[in-house]
């Protein structure tokens, strides 16, 4: 375990697992998603620019809210973020299923076969070395 830099406040801390902010800005992030979410239970159908000039969130964060799944639960709430390959809308992820399924395809395509080790050692399998 060792230490990081805070991406949002440039602290030093101690992560858990894979986190890339330090607890106190994970707080923040949270308490700004709880803002997002009782904005969204009133104004279902708003926009990110809408919610971000209302709640005062910055509009990236709650692009990564959407891309995380976050909003899934609520009814009604139509929000979606592009396709970082080709830009269509999407519900949450950084892909659409097509362009994830292109990029399965082109990581499977690219794995090498193993190679055959070969045999060249015969018969020193069957010695056995001491030394004097």
Not at 48 to 68: C, G, H, N, Q, Y
Not at 78 to 101: H, T, W
Not at 103 to 122: H, M, Y
């Amino acid at each position: 375990m060792g230490i990081k830099k805070c991406k949002r406040c440039k602290r030093v801390f101690s992560p858990v697992g894979r986190e890339k902010i330090c607890p106190r800005c994970k707080q923040d992030e949270e308490r700004d998603f709880e803002k997002v979410k009782n904005y969204l239970w009133d104004h279902p159908g708003a926009n990110v620019e809408e919610i971000s000039e209302e709640t005062e969130v910055a509009e990236d964060l709650i692009t990564k809210f959407i891309k995380e799944g976050r909003f899934a639960q609520l009814d009604g709430v139509d929000l979606s973020v592009e396709c970082e390959r080709c830009g269509a809308p999407i519900k949450n992820g950084r892909f659409c299923e097509d362009c994830s399924q292109k990029l399965q395809q082109g990581f499977k395509g690219n794995q090498k076969p193993k190679k055959k080790k070969k045999e060249n050692n015969k018969g020193k399998q069957d010695r056995m070395f001491t030394r004097d």
